[in-house]
């Protein structure tokens, strides 16, 4: 079974402030994703990363996928209030099957 | 377009009874899932389809039965429910192999 961990589990900062978001596996993969999930609603796909390195940015939000396919990081600039969700990342190691990890939560205080 | 749409959004059910949880689509997408989230547990597969007729377990199938007798349509069933069952069940849909279309998701209790 592959595992993804996500680091932290909760996270509380002010609005304007940077953050960071881990996740790391100990197995290889051919793609990550990163979906973040607001209260009462299905997950919502951010990022798909697929070559090991990449790096993608979305406005705000940075996605880094690790050399060796093992890891990824999403970097919030200035963090807004309407960030405030929980983000979700997957991994897909060669099948039709995601493995997710159990998520951050992100509270971005105004 | 309405995406991935499911029925019902909640419900409450007692302890060895039945029910049918109905995910649709309208992305013509081949690939369908159905997951269930739990706290501190993040998403879990249950089975999921890639294609009109055909399905497959995932990671937690015990206790639960599909079909996809329609391509847009994705059918999870609970024969006998426990509440070891309750959870939020989310459906999927995707056209490739990279990126997943949710539901709502549908709150399910048993007691």
């Known amino acids: 079974t592959q595992l993804l961990e996500q680091s932290p589990q909760f996270l509380s900062i002010q609005e304007g402030e940077n953050l960071t978001v881990y996740c790391n596996s100990s197995s290889v993969f051919s793609s990550l994703q990163w979906y973040r999930q607001e209260p009462g609603e299905g997950p919502v796909l951010l990022v798909t990363?697929?070559?090991?390195?990449e790096v993608k940015k979305l406005k705000r939000l940075t996605f880094q996928f690790g050399d060796a396919r093992k890891d990824s990081s999403l970097h919030i600039t200035a963090a807004q209030p309407g960030d405030t969700g929980l983000y979700l990342c997957a991994g897909r190691a060669g099948s039709y099957q995601l493995t997710f990890g159990k998520g951050t939560k992100l509270s971005v205080i105004p | 377009n309405a995406g991935v749409t499911q029925t019902p959004k909640f419900r409450v059910l007692k302890t060895g009874q039945s029910m049918t949880l109905l995910c649709a689509q309208d992305m013509n997408h081949e690939y369908m899932y159905w997951y269930r989230q739990d706290p501190g547990m993040g998403l879990r597969l249950i089975h999921y389809?890639?294609?009109?007729?055909?399905?497959a377990k995932g990671e937690v199938p015990d206790g639960y039965n599909v079909s996809r007798l329609k391509k847009q349509n994705f059918l999870l069933g609970l024969e006998s429910a426990a509440p070891s069952q309750t959870s939020v069940y989310f459906c999927?849909?995707?056209?490739?192999?990279?990126?997943?279309?949710f539901g709502p998701g549908t709150r399910l209790t048993v007691t």
């Open positions: 999927a849909s995707s056209y490739s192999r990279y990126e997943q279309y």
């Open positions: 389809s890639v294609g009109e007729g055909t399905t």
């Open positions: 990363v697929v070559t090991g390195g």
